[in-house]
């Protein structure tokens, strides 16, 4: 599958921004999706992942509250919704795709993916 994240920007501290990563080659229904991130500098970091059907969601440290992960599998897409948006969280956001089950609790390890996006640039000003 390949995958194509899309609507990263430039925003102001406090804004909110929706990302999205569209798949090409098959269904979204086989995968677990997840977001990752990386700053500058910095290793990369777990920010979000879903279960196949969208059942189940889990979310890296701090993050819960500020960022929604959703999906339409039907339009194979998986949006993650960004707000009170931070300059911390500028970076670099991947969208990935893994065969394993989400249940396994292996989510958060960029491992456990096989398939990633290009990246889409997101950068906070405060």
């Known amino acids: 599958v390949q995958l194509q994240a899309s609507g990263g920007g430039l925003v102001q501290a406090g804004d909110s921004l929706r990302l999205s990563c569209t798949a090409s080659g098959r269904t979204l229904n086989s995968y677990t999706m997840g977001w990752f991130r990386q700053a500058p500098g910095k290793e990369r970091e777990f920010v979000a992942a879903i279960a196949r059907s969208g059942e189940s969601t889990y979310y890296g440290d701090n993050l819960k509250g500020r960022f929604t992960i959703s999906r339409d599998n039907a339009k194979r897409t998986m949006y993650l919704q960004m707000s009170s948006l931070k300059p911390d969280d500028t970076a670099l956001y991947y969208c990935?795709?893994?065969?394993?089950?989400?249940?396994?609790?292996?989510?958060?390890?960029?491992?456990?993916?096989?398939?990633w996006g290009q990246g889409t640039q997101v950068t906070v000003s405060s």
């Open positions: 990935t795709a893994g065969t394993g089950r989400f249940y396994s609790g292996s989510y958060h390890i960029a491992g456990f993916y096989n398939f």
